[in-house]
């Protein structure tokens, strides 16, 4: 199973922004898709965005298309989501994940531990 570890949340205020990132350990991207997932307290998870292996993004959440983007580099073996103007039902517990692919039949199996972002003021 492949590892990944997010890092980059934290307590913002409503109208921030904040980058977070998503590193691969033990092995590079290249051949993988990145999917952003959030947890909100008392939701299910939700998907975010997924990053194809050519960089484009595939919105999964109307909420955040216009103030959510996504993007990789794979020479560093890290993916990120870039968050900007962001508002208190934004927060959630982020995750990335790996896939082999953005489409509905594609499973991400390889989960980081999530890290925690709050927008409040």
């Known amino acids: 199973q492949l590892r990944l570890v997010e890092s980059g949340g934290g307590l913002v205020e409503p109208g921030d922004s904040l980058t977070l990132s998503c590193s691969a350990a033990g092995f590079t991207l290249d051949y993988h898709t990145i999917g952003w997932f959030r947890r909100a307290p008392g939701n299910d998870r939700e998907r975010i965005l997924c990053?194809?292996?050519?960089?484009?993004?595939?919105y999964s959440l109307d909420s955040v298309k216009g103030r959510f983007t996504g993007y990789r580099n794979n020479a560093k073996s890290s993916a990120y989501l870039e968050m900007t103007n962001l508002k208190p039902e934004d927060t959630a517990v982020y995750y990335c994940?790996?896939?082999?692919?953005?489409?509905?039949?594609?499973?991400?199996?390889?989960w980081g531990q999530g890290t925690q972002v709050t927008v409040s003021s």
């Open positions: 990053i194809e292996m050519s960089g484009d993004i595939r």
């Open positions: 994940a790996a896939s082999k692919g953005c489409g509905i039949g594609w499973t991400f199996d390889s």
